[in-house]
């Protein structure tokens, strides 16, 4: 792996998720990591839990707005924004009709391979860099 885990209550949480939400969540985490790597900027991105699903802040720099990874109601897995920005949104206005949104707050997956890393990597740089 190539981010490991520092926080084991995140790892044990990932780890209780289903095979195929679990992998799907595995490579969002993985986008988010590799994303905050490529921002000095941010400073550290802190991996914790945030009611009760992996979430990822920059406490240092709060520079961005906290994302969350999750399984929703409905099944699969969802990339989570703070549903009072404007990053979920202008996500979906710039990419329309590409990918399943859950009002402000979500992209749903149902399977990795709907993870477009080119894509899905510019709403991940502008949860990470909200607040500047």
Not at 20 to 28: F, I, P, S, T, W
Not at 85 to 114: C, H, M, V
Request: hydrophobic share 35%; net charge neutral; proline share 8%.
């Amino acid at each position: 792996m190539r981010y490991p885990f520092d926080n084991s209550a995140v790892k044990d949480v990932i780890d209780s998720y289903p095979p195929a939400a679990r992998d799907g969540v595995l490579r969002l985490r993985e986008l988010i990591l590799e994303t905050a790597a490529d921002l000095p900027g941010i400073g550290p991105v802190e991996e914790t839990l945030k009611w009760g699903q992996p979430s990822y802040l920059t406490p240092v720099s709060k520079s961005g707005s906290t994302l969350r990874l999750g399984i929703p109601k409905t099944g699969g897995f969802a990339l989570y924004a703070h549903c009072q920005t404007t990053i979920i949104s202008t996500f979906a206005a710039t990419f329309p009709g590409q990918d399943r949104i859950e009002g402000n707050r979500a992209i749903l997956f149902d399977r990795t391979s709907q993870i477009d890393p080119e894509r899905h990597v510019l709403l991940i740089r502008h949860g990470l860099t909200y607040h500047l």
